[in-house]
């Protein structure tokens, strides 16, 4: 069930004489399961991030101020590398550990953005409205629908569109992970838009 404030978000997107037929949102932790894969891949990723980046920057920072290293062909001690080249070097695993960390976290970066996504049917079109973005396609572009229910008391509602502007057909998109609950209604709202035009 929509609050009253996603009622209006999407009565503010409807045009004139459209009307809404069938609205509803998805189950974000279904969302977090397809991202499971990039959080086991984070562990190993942070794993190797940390000992290589650790190893070298203790060395870097805290070694030996006596100890001798070469850069640009030149032989010189701990002590005498600029600070600069200390800190560029630290930059230089800022990106390797933001991605490992992205990963790590991958399943609930998912579920907060998929949180505020609200799927709509009305007399016109189809629209997928999520925090910033909204999607919509107009009735006569959608042309097949496809269910797909799973055990779990999820499922899927998939169509295919295609658009004078890009000159074809694109691939499926639709409502995906939504409560068995809502399955009948949504497909129902979106048969009877794609038979009337």
Request: proline share 6%.
């Amino acid at each position: 069930m929509l609050t009253p404030e996603e009622t209006q978000r999407i009565q503010n997107k409807l045009d004139l004489n459209e009307q809404l037929l069938w609205s509803g949102r998805p189950i974000p932790r279904a969302f977090s399961k397809s991202t499971i894969g990039a959080m086991i891949f984070g562990i190993p990723w942070c794993a190797i991030t940390s000992v290589v980046g650790g190893a070298f920057l203790s060395s870097v920072i805290f070694g030996d101020p006596n100890e001798t290293c070469t850069i640009n062909g030149k032989t010189t001690t701990i002590a005498e590398v600029s600070i600069w080249f200390k800190i560029g070097m630290c930059a230089f695993f800022v990106p390797f550990i933001t991605i490992g960390i992205a990963m790590l976290f991958a399943p609930l970066w998912k579920r907060i953005a998929m949180t505020g996504q609200i799927y709509a049917v009305t007399t016109k079109r189809a629209l997928i409205m999520g925090r910033i973005r909204t999607k919509s396609w107009r009735a006569p572009e959608i042309s097949f629908l496809d269910r797909c229910d799973r055990r779990n008391g999820t499922g899927d509602i998939h169509f295919s569109y295609s658009s004078v502007s890009q000159n074809g057909h694109h691939p499926p998109v639709g409502f995906d992970n939504l409560p068995a609950a809502d399955l009948d209604a949504a497909e129902a709202a979106l048969r009877k838009i794609y038979t009337e035009d």
